[in-house]
């Protein structure tokens, strides 16, 4: 049966403290759980106590220090029945035994690479024992941890290390921790193993100081060096941005090689994917970098907005993710470029976000109904909310925002709390009335805005009508308007916003534009001229906006708009316009061509030394093959959009002519490599110059680019000339991927670089070279990091072959995720969100998608998390 917000009672029982004894033994590993409980509602008179488990075995069980006769419980693997416990505080000891060997689902504890490690978020460590697994049970913990010396050396828990030592006359030491923090059991975290370590320290603002380690694997300590310069920087940030600051004497975070997500924010112990802590100039990217420093800032922040105010329930997930991922976004902001960083944002969002509010799979950001709560670790939970977060401060303005955060903060520090409660931090701390804004976390589907100008010359005034639509999604027909922030300028004729004496028919304040009807139609008077309108400026709403705007003013808005956010998205219009009539031209057997519009406004702002080189990067990469099937969004042929991008992109390459040799020219790359922003928006757009180059396939082009390629002094270089190559499919391909896979063959995370490349080469063998590197010796069908780099971006980012016209793509993910789902379920269930868009596509290709999904849903036992994401994509 699904869970349902309207569902939720308080727990029946509570817990207030947490004693945790490990007995480390890979296969067969003991565990007491001491409980303090009590009750807690007038339900836990009836005696009758609950406590989920999940593949664990009971061995033993007292209350208050008795051993409990058989007849006073029942134990399954999922679940512990007491039934008739004390009507006052009480203890349990429990005692269990789980094999961490034979986790392969990565959820509770499990061994990576030799490392005992957890992940109790959402629902593991039920896995671990029985417990009241859920976000409004806060406890302190102490977690005593034993084990073999020399299997494990490092013992780690949450909390302040309060005692170790030997066990007299074994091979055995224990160590002791403590965390006074009271938390849910999702946060509880323990990790021992042989680790390599990086220590520093920080001192907060009110001069506590605190222990920072970083834990790897032996051998790779250099490669941590940026992650601990992020966390330092992340922990200033949050003091000086938020006033909040850091409660523990000791900051831990541990890398391990086998993690289900990104990282985890286990209080004081976080545990991360190794991807997003290790990070040199010879095996990341610059997007690693940033990747690895958003990462960070994310976790770390979590200690406030997750942690220290928690969830009440999962329905609230976005109370922490939303703005745990406002404020990494607004950290990354504040530490390079803003610009470059919100079109990256939207571009991510766009891509990830939109597909899924646009199909099966929709949900409100905080959704009423989950029947798997792994499958709800969305892009819509995570960066919808972030977005509805942002739009908050866009309502409120900035100190208005910060005010109702301190209030959020000390009204519910200790809370599991819930979204009212955070809206209410703000109304109270404002007065602002945001009943109309709480929509946004409860209607599903992109909004759509549709405006509409006019001019008026004789009387100076300028008439803009904005009208809103919300689509049906699953379970909500109908829609009601939302209170909708609309950053705004008008361009006046000689290119700088315009000033007007007055505006009547809604209301607007400095430049935001209050959209809350269904439709308004704002009148601004004494406008000097006529107006090229720029909405919606910075992205202040996540939504689709339709503008009627000519091609000549969108490149005079791509020339001149005060937001260099409007300028990149005035040129994705024109792009955007320009490949959908390209892709029809296609279908109806015509080659695509370049509008001078288009060319014009590219080749401005790649002459315009002034803008940053990062900006200018993003301004020249095209729309994607999945952003045109999107725009598109039925009857969607992936062959001829790929057609006619390539082709556009030739036109264009072929029409801006010598100025992008000349420009790849000039930036050099042979400068040594810094992480820093502005060294690394040079290299983007000396790598985006020569991906356009290569789209005309002439020889001088691919000798540029093989020289790239070997020339390159760091990762950034190397893979941006790989990509190009690859994308290009050019016969090159194969002896540069063999030099790559030479090179780097004993480091799996640039491996994993290499299995992607390999995947996505848009060219009909690639189906049959995925399904042989299966097999290869650098690839691990246990690792979910492998099984992302190979098998999810082949389903999520080669277009034309996962499209497969004769539907191979398709039978070939089913019937990895069917071999997949026996051992992990949760990437079992990411890999298939490939299929969300099958409605949108053409007639054959939809109905073979159709028969794919169709027998993963036959298949007999399925996990949950699979039947879930089968099921509703379906519905
Ligand atoms: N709270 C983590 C983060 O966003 C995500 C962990 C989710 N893990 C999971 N297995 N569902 O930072
Ligand atoms: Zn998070």
């Not at 690639?766 to 010796?777: G, I, Q, Y």
Request: glycine residues 6%; hydrophobic residues 40%.
């Amino acid at each position: 049966a699904p869970f349902r917000l309207e569902d939720y009672r308080a727990p029946a029982f509570t817990i207030d403290t947490v004693g945790l004894d490990f007995q480390l033994a890979p296969s067969a590993t003991r565990v007491v759980a001491t409980i303090a409980l009590r009750p807690n509602t007038d339900e836990a008179r009836n005696g009758r106590l609950e406590l989920v488990g999940d593949e664990i075995t009971l061995k033993g069980l007292k209350l208050d220090g008795a051993t409990l006769p058989e007849g006073r419980y029942t134990a399954t693997p999922s679940l512990l029945t007491l039934h008739d416990v004390p009507n006052r505080p009480f203890t349990l000891d429990i005692e269990t035994l789980v094999d961490p060997a034979a986790n392969t689902k990565l959820m509770g504890l499990y061994r990576t690479s030799g490392t005992y490690c957890t992940q109790c978020e959402a629902e593991g460590f039920r896995r671990i024992t029985y417990f009241l697994d859920r976000p409004d049970v806060l406890a302190v913990y102490t977690t005593r941890i034993e084990a073999q010396k020399s299997d494990a050396p490092i013992l780690l828990a949450n909390g302040n290390p309060v005692e170790s030592g030997d066990v007299p006359g074994t091979d055995r030491h224990f160590a002791v921790w403590h965390d006074p923090f009271p938390k849910p059991s999702y946060l509880f975290a323990m990790v021992a193993g042989d680790l390599g370590v990086i220590t520093d320290s920080f001192t907060t603002s009110s001069g506590r100081e605190v222990e920072l380690r970083i834990y790897c694997e032996h051998g790779k300590e250099a490669r941590c060096t940026y992650a601990m310069d992020a966390l330092k920087r992340s922990m200033k940030w949050d003091e000086d941005v938020f006033g909040l600051e850091y409660d523990l004497d000791i900051f831990i975070i541990v890398a391990v090689s086998d993690f289900n997500m990104g990282a985890m924010e286990n209080k004081g112990l976080n545990v991360f994917n190794d991807k997003y802590v290790l990070a040199d100039p010879d095996t990341a990217t610059d997007a690693d970098y940033a990747n690895v420093e958003g990462v960070i800032a994310h976790e770390y922040f979590h200690n406030w907005t997750g942690n220290r105010i928690t969830c009440r329930d999962w329905f609230q997930l976005c109370l922490k993710e939303g703005l745990t991922v406002f404020r990494d976004q607004e950290f990354s902001s504040d530490m390079r470029s803003r610009a470059v960083k919100r079109i990256a944002d939207v571009r991510t969002l766009q891509a990830r976000q939109f597909p899924e509010d646009g199909g099966p799979l929709a949900h409100p950001v905080r959704p009423e109904i989950y029947h798997e709560i792994s499958n709800f670790y969305t892009p819509t939970v995570y960066e919808k909310g972030a977005e509805v977060v942002r739009m908050l401060k866009s309502i409120l303005g900035p100190d208005d925002f910060r005010k109702g955060m301190d209030l959020y903060v000390e009204r519910h520090d200790g809370d599991a709390a819930t979204i009212e409660d955070f809206l209410a931090s703000f109304a109270d701390a404002t007065g602002a009335d945001l009943t109309q804004f709480k929509l946004w976390y409860s209607q599903a589907g992109t909004p759509q805005i549709i405006s509409r100008g006019a001019y008026d010359e004789a009387d100076r005034t300028y008439r803009l009508t904005l009208s809103q639509s919300i689509p049906a999604t699953p379970g909500q027909a109908r829609k009601q308007p939302m209170h909708m922030p609309i950053r705004f300028g008008l361009i006046g004729p000689n290119g700088e916003d315009m000033e007007f004496r007055s505006v009547s028919g809604g209301r607007v304040e400095g430049d935001i534009i209050h959209l809350t009807e269904a439709s308004q139609t704002l009148v601004f008077e004494g406008v000097g001229g006529r107006p090229v309108p720029s909405l919606l400026r910075g992205f202040s709403a996540p939504v689709r906006l339709a503008i009627d705007i000519s091609a000549a003013d969108l490149l005079f808005q791509v020339r001149t708009d005060a937001d260099p956010f409007n300028r990149w998205q005035a040129a994705q219009t024109l792009a955007m316009r320009n490949l959908v009539a390209s892709t029809t031209e296609q279908i109806a057997g015509r080659p695509a061509k370049a509008e001078p519009a288009l060319i014009d406004a590219l080749g401005s702002v790649l002459d315009d030394e002034t803008l940053e080189p990062a900006f200018r990067a993003q301004v020249l990469q095209l729309p994607s093959e999945a952003d045109i099937a999107r725009e598109l969004g039925q009857n969607v042929d992936p062959d001829a959009i790929a057609a006619a991008r390539r082709e556009l992109r030739l036109a264009i390459s072929t029409g801006l002519g010598n100025r992008i040799e000349r420009h790849y020219g000039s930036l050099s790359g042979a400068e040594s490599f810094r992480p820093d922003a502005a060294s690394a928006g040079k290299r983007a757009l000396r790598n985006t110059l020569l991906d356009l180059l290569l789209a005309r396939r002439s020889p001088e082009a691919i000798a540029a680019a093989l020289a790239h390629f070997e020339t390159a002094n760091n990762m950034t270089d190397r893979l941006a000339a790989l990509s190009a190559i690859t994308q290009a499919a050019l016969p090159e391909r194969r002896a540069v991927l063999d030099a790559f896979y030479k090179r780097y063959q004993d480091d799996a995370l640039v491996l994993d670089k290499w299995l992607t490349l390999e995947a996505t080469v848009p060219a009909s063998d690639t189906l049959d070279r995925v399904k042989a590197l299966l097999k290869h010796p650098s690839y691990s069908p246990n690792n979910p990091n492998r099984v992302r780099a190979l098998v999810g971006s082949f389903a999520s980012a080669n277009q034309t072959q996962f499209n497969r016209v004769d539907g191979a793509g398709y039978d070939f993910l089913a019937d990895f995720a069917l071999e997949l789902d026996k051992r992990n379920p949760q990437t079992t269930a990411r890999l298939l969100v490939s299929f969300r868009s099958w409605r949108a596509l053409e007639p054959v290709r939809r109905t073979r998608a159709e028969a794919a999904l169709r027998r993963i849903a036959a298949a007999p036992d399925l996990s949950p998390d699979t039947l879930d994401i089968v099921t509703r994509t379906l519905a």
